[in-house]
């Protein structure tokens, strides 16, 4: 069965996560950098993987507006689904979902803080990429079961 990817875009990095084959478990996976490489290494990923959706966290205001990130985060989507299509293949047919990602870094934080880990892993931005991408992740497949929970309810 495909697995989902999830990513948190930053200008620097990009925390990545992975499902679980059941589409259950969002599983904090690595940190790709963004550079030149960046499209290679997501498709490297995506085929090792077996991806066939991929959950893009999309950074809103408090108040649920665009900012800066959030044009950045867009413009990313579309060069990485235009980067897919050129690909061919099962690339080309991978979608794109924008996933509202509001509080997921403090919770990465918090979550940091509460494992017990030393500071200075702490303030390694990395940590809190893939655990953003997690926390992402983790929210589009609970909002998925939840769905599909009540689609399978009869009154």
Do not use: C, H
């Amino acid at each position: 069965m495909a697995k989902f990817l999830g990513l948190d875009y930053g200008k620097v990095r990009i925390g990545v996560a992975v499902s679980d084959e059941n589409a259950s478990v969002a599983f904090g996976r690595k940190v790709i950098l963004n550079d030149k490489n960046m499209f290679v290494n997501l498709k490297n990923l995506i085929k090792e993987e077996n991806i066939f959706q991929i959950i893009l966290g999309l950074p809103l205001s408090l108040k649920g507006e665009k900012t800066a990130q959030t044009l950045l985060t867009e413009k990313f989507e579309e060069e990485l689904q235009s980067y897919l299509i050129k690909s061919g293949g099962t690339f080309s047919q991978i979608k794109i979902i924008k996933w509202d990602e509001r509080f997921t870094s403090s919770l990465a934080a918090d979550s940091l803080l509460a494992s017990g880990m030393k500071k200075k892993k702490r303030q390694d931005k990395k940590n809190i990429d893939i655990i953003s991408a997690a926390l992402i992740l983790q929210s589009y497949l609970d909002n998925l079961k939840n769905k599909n929970k009540i689609n399978n309810l009869s009154f």
